[in-house]
Every structure is written in C-alpha cells, then in structure tokens.
C-alpha cells in the first residue's frame, strides 16, 4: 500500500472519483456555454433575417425541435436547438436569396417599362413586388385613354395609396 | 416604497447562467376605486401605441433587451418565435386591437413596464410570500401554489419561489392563490434579469412599474 493504511486508501479512491466527476460535469458545463454562445449567434442572424424580409411577408418558422417549458437543457437538447436553428437561417437566407433575385426581375422590368411604355402595354409593377412597403403600382396606360391606343400613345402611371378598409 | 431587493438564484442554476438575476420591489396595493384605469395612465398607454406599428414590432428583436430575453428564452427551451417574449407578445397585441388596451392599475403598470423597458414584471400578493423570492428548479412533485387544483409542476421547471414553494413559472403562469386580487393590500413586483440585460433595466421596469401604482 506503498506506505498508506488501508483507510486512507479507501479515502482517496472516493475523492478521486469524485474529483473526475467534478471535471466532467465542468467540461459539459463548458460545452453547453459554447453551444449557448453558438444559439445566442444564430438567432441574431435569424432576427436580422426577419427584419430584412419586413414587407415582403414573413419567413415561415418551421416547427421548434422541442417541447416544454423553461427548463436548464441538456447538451443533447441544445445541440437540437442549434441545428434547428441553423437550418432555419439557412432557410430564411435562401427565401431572402429567392425574394431579392425575383425582386430584381421586376425591376429590371420596370426599367424596361419606363423606357420603352409601348412594348409593355397595360404590364404592372407593384411596390411589393420590389419589397418596398405601401401599396402603389406602376401601370402602362395608354395617355388619353382609347385615342392613345389607337396612336400608340403609351405611358407609365404611378398609382399610390392603400384601398380603404371596408 | 422600497426599494429593489436583488433575489436569489439556485447554485446549480447560476453556474449555468452566471448572469441570470430577479429582483423585486414591495409596495402597497391600490385599494378601492384607485385600482380602476387612471385616465392619465391611459393616455400614456394612448402616447405610446402610436410609437409602435408593424415595423416596430419586426425590429424589437433587435434591439438589445429584448434581443437578450429571446436568446434566453431559446437557451431555457422556449421558442420565441412560438411562444413569444412578454414584450413581443404586448407589442403584437396592440396590432391586433389597435392600441395598448387599458384594463385596469396593476395590469396597465405591468403593461407600461415591459413596453417602455423590454422586461417583463410580474404582480404577487405580498402578504402570501414567504420569505425572499429567488430561481430555481422545480422539484419532484412539487406544485404551482396550494389546494387541490394546483397543477404539477414537471421536475426542472424553471420556476420563481419564495422560500417554501414555486410562486411562478419562469415566463409562465402565476400561482393562482397568489395572484393580487380584490382584497391584497401589498404588491410584490417581480423582474427577472435575462444574461445581458443590464440590471439597470430591471430596476427601471419594477419603478415605472411602481410609479404607475403609487400614482393612485
């Protein structure tokens, strides 16, 4: 026993276990902060996200992994949050990626509108098709309403204000 | 009125959220017709719903503090996006009615406090507390107040307790028998500190709060 009694022996493998317990349960302490650090990370680029698609409709939030109330996580448990968190900013930069390349489609159709009214009869560009807010359109008219058509007298209208709530 | 009394937090639960704090702020009750809606206090609900539309209520999760009780709320198992903030929740609802209704003194002063802070108070009757309130988590087979209809409690539940029993749900129902009913005659004001909100923001919450109360 290498000089110790047997008592003293028996003291020490406790303590050790103990003591290897202790750093283990520190070591999970130290992970479940990364992974909240890693959380808190996610839903800030989740939130600028949704601040960015404000006026051409909200990001669907897919369903949340857990159920429950508030409660201390487990490792495993945050683990889930992360990922589903991370899946769900991946999918709200792909919807933001799909809404502003469709946006610069009616754009770059507006554009075309404005320059050249007569090849774009009667075509429409409203301002939530270009993700700005409010409810204007623009709209190729013909000027002088039956005689412009018949002279090809063609012009692009901004309309503007919301219908009234009935 | 006193002043803001930092509450406890369970060893356990501290180390896992080292910022995580509760403070509170006991005063007396209004009583009679003083627990009717102020008119003054109306008006300031009045002011401020018009400080807030829809694109306010999109960018509130930006702004720092209540940024700071959405992380929390994903940290502790709750999704904001499902079950929302208390200021998210009081923000959306004055979309949907139009206003920041009024709906009587304690209910507008707890109102006005998460509005203008971004925490959320809660309202005890004080008299039924024992002992200093603190965080912790609920044990085996403990329930949400007293009497036969007091719901379980799930063992962990992140809960608001005075020295002897779960007071609150953390973000989550109140104790039914200590609600501040007809017959309270002294208020306990309750905040909880999400990580990253300074606490200068929790004791501005308990006294807009209390000079709502004391108005009266």
């Known amino acids: 026993m290498l000089g110790h009694t047997w008592s003293e022996t028996m003291g020490r493998i406790p303590a050790r276990e103990h003591a290897s317990q202790r ?8 992970a479940r902060a990364q992974l909240r650090d890693q959380v808190a990370a996610l839903e800030r680029r989740l939130a ?12 669907e ?3 949340s992994p857990l159920g429950g109330g508030p409660r201390v996580l487990s490792l495993g448990e945050l683990e889930r949050v992360r990922d589903a968190l991370a899946e769900r900013v991946r999918h709200a930069h792909d919807e933001l990626d799909r809404r502003g390349a469709e946006q610069e489609r009616h754009r770059l159709r507006l554009e075309a509108m404005l320059l050249e009214p007569g090849r774009h009869r009667f075509e429409r560009v409203t301002q939530r098709d270009l993700g700005e807010g409010g409810c204007g359109a623009w709209h190729v008219r013909p000027r002088l309403g039956i005689l412009g058509m018949l002279l090809g007298w063609w012009q692009v209208k901004l309309s503007s204000g919301c219908p009234l709530a009935t | 009125m006193s002043e803001p009394e930092p509450g406890w937090v369970e060893r356990e639960l501290a180390l896992e959220f080292p910022a995580l704090g509760l403070a509170s702020l006991a005063l007396a ?11 003054g206090v109306a008006a300031r609900l009045r002011a401020l ?10 960018t509130l999760r ?4 209540p940024a700071a009780f959405r992380v929390f709320f994903r940290h502790v198992g709750l999704d904001p996006d499902e079950q929302r903030t208390p200021v998210e929740e009081a923000v959306l609802e004055r979309l949907l009615r139009g206003e920041f209704a009024s709906r009587g003194r304690v209910e507008d002063a707890l109102l006005l406090a998460v509005v203008e802070t971004g925490v959320p108070v809660l309202a005890l009757d004080d008299e039924r507390l024992d002992g200093p309130l603190g965080l912790r988590a609920a044990r085996r087979g403990e329930r949400l107040g007293e009497g036969p209809l007091a719901p379980d409690l799930p063992d962990g539940r992140l809960v608001i307790a005075d020295a002897r029993r779960p007071v609150a749900v953390l973000f989550g129902d109140v104790a039914p028998s200590l609600r501040p009913e007809g017959g309270c005659r002294r208020l306990r004001l309750v905040a909880v500190r999400a990580p990253g909100v300074p606490s200068v923001h929790v004791e501005e919450a308990l006294w807009t709060a209390a000079e709502v109360l004391r108005a009266g």
């Open chain 1, 23 to 30: 750093a283990v349960a520190q070591a999970e302490r130290a």
């Open chain 1, 48 to 59: 600028a996200a949704a601040v960015s698609a404000f006026g051409s409709g909200a990001l």
């Open chain 1, 61 to 63: 939030p897919p369903a």
């Open chain 2, 29 to 39: 009750a209004p009583q009679g017709r003083a627990r009717r809606t102020d008119p």
């Open chain 2, 49 to 58: 719903s018009d400080r807030f539309g829809g694109r306010r209520a999109v």
């Open chain 2, 62 to 65: 930006q702004e720092p503090v």
